[in-house]
């Protein structure tokens, strides 16, 4: 089991950045694949990014390929979404989840989530 604590949400406006960081605990944290994931008010639970274990596999959306990018520090427990170029579309609650499978992109495929961190992003 994986406990996660996401942080770095925040109100910016279009064209911004943001980086938001996901802290793990467990002695397993470097065999699981992380993702990010978003929802909208009134919208479904989105994919956004997923890193396999070591860092050598990455898969984004679509709605976000060239904008953001996930990485990860397995010595720190930490994953991380760098966000370029916010759009008010991406304004969303993400939340930083653990799978045990390699980068799954669909969210029943992850086991632990964290609280989740909320991004606005003002046009």
């Known amino acids: 089991q994986v406990q996660l604590v996401e942080s770095g949400g925040g109100l910016v406006q279009a064209g911004g950045s943001l980086r938001l960081s996901c802290a793990a605990s467990?002695?397993?944290?470097?065999?699981?694949?992380m993702g990010w994931f978003r929802q909208a008010p009134g919208k479904e639970r989105e994919f956004v990014a997923t890193i396999s274990w070591n860092g050598g596999n990455t898969n984004y959306a679509d709605s976000v390929k060239g904008r953001f990018t996930i990485s990860r520090d397995n010595a720190k427990n930490m994953v991380y979404l760098q966000m370029n170029s916010l759009k008010p579309e991406d304004t969303a609650v993400y939340y930083c989840?653990?799978?045990?499978?390699?980068?799954?992109?669909?969210?029943?495929?992850?086991?632990?989530w964290g609280q989740g961190t909320q991004v606005t992003v003002s046009s």
């Open positions: 467990g002695r397993t944290f470097s065999s699981y694949s």
């Open positions: 989840a653990a799978s045990p499978s390699h980068v799954p992109l669909r969210w029943y495929m992850y086991s632990d």
